[in-house]
Nanobody, 121 residues
Framework: QVQLVESGGGLVQAGGSLRLSCAAS????????MGWFRQSPGKERGFVAS????????NYAGSVKGRFTISRDNAKNTVYLQMNSLKPEDTAVYYC??????????????WGQGIQVTVSS
């Protein structure tokens, strides 16, 4: 079992940067693929990025590729999402999640409570 808590969200101007963190509890963090998802008002939750257990492989949604970077520190049981060149359309509640399979999986077993990111124009 993995429990996840996000932090680092907030309000930022367009063009700015934020770094989200997701702290995990549980002894199995290093064996879990980690991902970030987001949900805007009136839209379904969508995939943002994922990272393999070792951190050697990553996968990104096309809308964030080149602007966002996912990373993890297994010694700290934490996954990060560095978000640069933010746009108003990045405004959403961001969720971190854990999966037992691979970085292309659509099935995630563990979810955080979500954190708000708002980008003003």
């Amino acid at each position: 079992q993995v429990q996840l808590v996000e932090s680092g969200g907030g309000l930022v101007q367009a063009g700015g940067s934020l770094r989200l963190s997701c702290a995990a509890s549980g002894r199995t963090f290093s064996s879990v693929v980690m991902g970030w998802f987001r949900q805007s008002p009136g839209k379904e939750r969508g995939f943002v990025a994922s990272i393999s257990q070792s951190g050697s492989s990553t996968n990104y949604a096309g809308s964030v590729k080149g602007r966002f970077t996912i990373s993890r520190d297994n010694a700290k049981n934490t996954v990060y999402l560095q978000m640069n060149s933010l746009k108003p359309e990045d405004t959403a509640v961001y969720y971190c999640a854990g999966a037992s399979s691979n970085i292309y999986s659509k099935q995630y077993d563990y979810w955080g409570q979500g954190i708000q990111v708002t980008v003003s124009s």
